[in-house]
């Protein structure tokens, strides 16, 4: 008769001699029977324990993995852009120099020719440096992404006396940004203050960056009074509101109280 636990068993039994007289009393006794080792409860707490680090170690190795890789393509990343910037951009520059120079000492008719060579040199410069800074991945923060657009307002809208000034709201300078976003970003207020220089009668400039749980967000505005063609020429804006979905984001441009541009996408 098989007793509750699944371990052991107890038998009942009786005796008889030869003349076939049996005991009065039944005889009972119990067998306990020992599962092996691999199935005893401390045999699957190993399991456990080694399922537990197998799993641990392989998430580790993916992870350094990913990170080598990551520091590979780092390094990859400066170095192109080190290159670019030393090669291509001494190339350059040297062009834009020396037509510019040769435009002295020409005829006339000659130098509207070698100043328009000058200045697609400056501007293949100028496009150029904005690879080579989206590129390098020691730039992959906000605080290099700020910079760099402070440099390019600075730069342009002095040229018509326009103020400006940057507001930052819960944004961490040291934080991580993709490269992808930093570029699209950047190219996005590019175009954004060349619509204020081209189409506006602005006299000011508010640019606003700030994130959110799980969202960046960027606000520019301007004082300029309400213009219908006050749009982005060419693909301009086309290409704004692709850079932003491209990010996963929305870009929107309305008229209150000035032009102002918003731009949003999620921080992963």
Known sequence: EPSSAHDSCTFLGEAANSASSWTPNSVSFRVIIHPPWWQTWWAYLLYVLLAAAAIYGWVKYQVYRKTLLLKKNERLRTKISSDLHDEVGTILSGLAMKSELMSYTVPEAEQAGLAEISNMSKDAMERMRDTVW???????????????????????????????????????????????????????????????????????????????????????????????????????????????????????????GGFVLNLEFPLK
């Open 134 to 256: 989206a590129i390098d991945s020691r730039k992959d923060n906000y605080e290099n992404l700020i910079d760099r657009m402070r440099e390019f307002a600075t730069q342009n809208l002095s040229l018509k006396n326009i103020q400006h000034k940057f507001i930052t709201e819960n944004l961490n300078p040291e934080a991580f940004i993709s490269p992808e976003k930093r570029q699209n970003t950047y190219l996005i207020f590019k175009e954004a203050i060349t619509n204020v220089l081209k189409h506006s009668d602005a006299n000011n400039v508010e640019v606003k960056l700030a994130t959110t749980a799980n969202r960046f967000m960027l606000v520019l505005r301007d004082n300029g009074s309400h213009k219908a063609n006050y749009t982005s020429s060419g693909q301009g804006t086309s290409n704004m509101k692709m850079r932003a979905e491209g990010m996963g984001g929305t870009l929107y441009t309305i008229y209150e």
